[in-house]
């Protein structure tokens, strides 16, 4: 909506640190078949107000991160390289689930 762009108006992201423009969700058992607590997100470093605003700016992920807060709730182990790919696939399609959306249309 027009008033979000205005406060985002001209604004390129980072703004002081990369960390900054990320996407991630905490997920306690949502896979199926594993009771894990898995905490994950996607880091750009660059996005524009525009971006921002409509909810596309995740195209072109520089970072990953995804914790198992089950076995290491200090968030200390980045296991994104060692996890098996179809937890990866199943966190991913989530969180694109949940990005765009907005009140009742989020599932």
Known sequence: DASEYEALRGTVRPL???SNTY???HCPGC???DASEYKYGEYQYVCSSEEIVA???FSS???YQLFNMSADPYELHNVYAS???PILAALKARL???YPCRGAACP
């Open 55 to 57: 909810r596309r700016c």
């Open 16 to 18: 002081d640190d990369y």
């Open 96 to 98: 694109r689930r949940y």
């Open 83 to 85: 996890a098996p790919p």
């Open 23 to 25: 996407i991630g969700l």
């Open 31 to 33: 896979i199926p078949g």
């Open 61 to 63: 992920i520089d970072t």
